[in-house]
């Protein structure tokens, strides 16, 4: 744990260093230099991508100025000095690595994009799309995107999301499975969180679909904000106080639990409402087994 903090203390200073670097005044020079080196030292193995940046500072003129600053650690890190290759000592001898090995490490980087940018939601929702479209392998890419990015919070919490609105009464086990896996990864961290996510993944993908439940809860709270709601029945009202009787409250409701099959024909949404079908049935075995089974209690089938 202490050298990782170090290693983060070393990043630190070389990216403050590089930027003081550019406004050229003598304690930032100073500055880059101490900062720069330090970095080197530390953690080579872990700054390749910076590889790449010896081509931007060629391009601005730079080398120069860098080249009498820095130890020469720090500048077989950078490739100052115009070597068509980038030399690291890594404690074996000399690695050689190649521009066209720098640009491939680079573009790993580049893979960890920003949070709160564009290409983060448009992941993720390329992710819920592929699960949603059944299909198992683009959701694991997209999956993998995700957590190659460090991200391991936004695929736990789309996943669950998923659970319910994609997959939901088709196969209303998914909730407890995919909580059983977003539970495992977020205990492993990563990267062991890797394989119940997949997991999750691949079984939300391959599941029945069904999208029922959040079409019924959106055309309710459609109906309250355009203010077509009412006043609770007056049977159905809280009857477990003190002159709830005679305002009428609880008066001739019906106990489901009274009746056989546990159920009874009354009216249960506001007058206004009386009529109103928020949900429909899958077309799925899950719930069609149970749209056969209130069929029959209901007299209906």
């Not at 930032?28 to 790449?52: D, H, K, N």
């Not at 939601?121 to 479209?133: N, T």
């Not at 899950?286 to 029959?296: I, L």
Request: charged share 15%; glycine share 8%.
């Amino acid at each position: 744990m202490e050298d990782k903090r170090s290693n983060y203390i070393a990043l630190a200073a070389a990216l403050a260093a590089l930027g003081a670097l550019l406004v050229c005044s003598q304690a930032a020079l100073e500055s880059a230099r101490a900062g720069l080196t330090l970095c080197a030292q530390m953690i080579v193995p872990s700054l390749l991508p910076f590889f790449m940046l010896s081509s931007l500072l060629q391009q601005l003129g730079l080398p120069g100025i860098l080249g009498k600053l820095l130890s020469p650690v720090t500048q077989r890190l950078f490739g100052i000095g115009g070597a068509s290759a980038f030399n690291l000592s890594m404690g074996r001898g000399e690695t050689v690595l190649t521009l066209a090995e720098a640009q491939v490490v680079a573009q790993r980087s580049a893979n960890r994009y920003a949070r709160d940018g564009d290409s983060h939601y448009d992941i993720l929702s390329a992710f819920q799309k592929s699960v949603r479209g059944s299909d198992p392998d683009a959701a694991v890419h997209y999956l993998a995107r995700l957590l190659e990015a460090g991200d391991l919070i936004s695929p736990c919490r789309r996943l669950m999301v998923m659970a319910s609105e994609d997959v939901g009464l088709a196969y209303p086990q998914a909730v407890a499975v995919v909580k059983a896996c977003v539970d495992s990864a977020n205990m492993l961290g990563l990267p062991e969180a890797r394989i119940p996510l997949a997991q999750a993944a691949i079984f939300l993908a391959t599941a029945p679909k069904s999208n029922s439940a959040i079409l019924a809860v959106e055309g309710a709270l459609a109906d309250l904000r355009a203010g077509r709601t009412g006043e609770v029945p007056p049977h159905l009202r809280d009857a477990h106080y003190e002159g709830a009787a005679q305002l009428g409250h609880g008066t001739g409701y019906q106990y489901a639990h009274g009746y056989p099959n546990h159920y009874v024909k009354q009216q249960y949404l506001p007058d206004a409402l009386k009529n109103q079908t928020y949900y429909t049935y899958g077309e799925n075995k899950t719930e069609q087994a149970a749209k056969q089974y209130w069929d029959r209690i209901k007299g209906e089938g």
